[in-house]
């Protein structure tokens, strides 16, 4: 073989190579597009199982959560419910405790999403004795609650002795005079139950239109 025809040998090989790898090589399109396919699942199964954003629309936690404050929710923590399963949940880290702030499907609307305190878990013993909360008979210290002295409502300030449900939950808003909470529709199925209130990402104040940067990565308690 003379040293021409071993050129034009290796030219073509190099060539063949070449084509071979363009060929097999996927369109950039493509590549963008299976990239933003598997982002766009990753962010369903996080939003599904894992985190969720919320937003507060209404005073009925403050001054806990304000309206415009935007939050982080753990669904895993109580169980992810399962989409098309009929309500069946992923098993849980922990059980739903006293003072967790937590999301929930209202029961009366479960399109709907509310957002309150739980007082009371299975098995509690429940009172209210003009607007002073007592668990188990023992008067509770909530420093965090607001109440509006000018609202006197008999229905909503005394009623009990009652004891919480099994797998339901008691749940008030930290600003007790308006709050539409367990005290007019009843105890909290947990299985409504979305997640728990983690921490404040966002807030924004409608009235001054300015963020208010103060509250901004606030852990919810």
């Known amino acids: 073989m003379t040293g021409t025809e071993a050129t034009l040998q290796a ?3 190099k060539g063949k190579t070449k084509a071979k790898a363009k060929s097999s090589s996927k369109p ?5 597009m299976e990239a933003l396919l598997v982002a766009v699942a990753l962010a369903l199964v996080i939003r599904t199982f894992g985190f969720q954003a919320f937003r507060i629309p209404s005073g009925s936690m403050e001054d806990t959560l304000l309206i415009g404050d935007y939050l982080f929710v753990n669904k895993f ?7 098309f399963t009929g309500g069946m949940r992923l098993p849980s880290i922990g059980d739903p405790e006293r003072g967790d702030i937590i999301v929930f ?8 999403d509310y957002i309150k305190r739980c007082v009371a878990v299975a098995g509690d013993t429940i009172e209210f004795r003009d607007k002073v909360l007592f668990i188990n008979g023992e008067q509770q210290d ?7 002295a000018r609202r006197r409502d008999p229905s909503r300030n005394n009623f009990g002795p009652i004891v919480v449900p099994d797998g339901h939950l008691f749940m008030m808003g930290d600003n007790r005079d308006y709050s539409a909470d367990s005290r007019s529709w009843g105890f909290l199925d947990e299985n409504l139950i979305r ?4 921490f404040i990402y966002w807030s924004w104040n409608s009235d001054s239109n300015r963020p208010r940067f103060s509250r901004i990565f606030d852990i919810i308690r």
């Open 105 to 112: 499907k209202f029961p009366q609307d479960t399109s709907t």
């Open 11 to 13: 030219e073509t090989a």
């Open 195 to 198: 997640g728990k209130a983690l």
């Open 77 to 83: 923590l109580y169980g992810a419910e399962v989409p």
């Open 142 to 148: 909530e420093p965090f609650t607001k109440l509006d």
């Open 28 to 32: 950039v399109w493509r590549e963008y």
